[in-house]
Nanobody
């Protein structure tokens, strides 16, 4: 059982940076694969970035080179550093946790809004 709470979203201009945080409650955080998803109006939810328990990362092509996912198991927190933000990055960003070795994400946060103006 994991509870996730996102923070760090906001309104920024194109080219700016934001760091999202996802704080997890639960004492087995280090045993979960973590991911950041986003959903924009009229668009399907997509996986933006994921990080395994061993620190291996994967990114959507649209954010490669700009976004970095990381985790601090001691703080039960996963981060998404977003640089060079574009208007098309505007979405609700949600973190999720998957119990290893299952591929599905079973736990979801409430989401935080990121809006990038042009």
């Amino acid at each position: 059982q994991v509870q996730l709470i996102e923070s760090g979203g906001g309104l920024v201009q194109a080219g700016d940076s934001l760091r999202l945080s996802c704080a997890a409650s639960g004492r087995l955080f280090s045993s979960y694969r973590m991911g950041w998803f986003r959903q924009a109006p009229g668009k399907e939810r997509e996986l933006v970035a994921a990080i395994t328990t061993g620190g291996i990362t994967n990114y959507a092509d649209s954010v490669k080179g700009r976004f970095t996912i990381s985790r601090d198991n001691a703080k039960n927190t996963v981060y998404l550093q977003m640089n060079s933000l574009k208007p098309e990055d505007t979405a609700v960003y949600t973190c999720a946790a998957a119990a290893v070795p299952l591929p599905r994400y079973d736990y979801w946060g409430q989401g935080t809004q990121v809006t990038v103006s042009s």
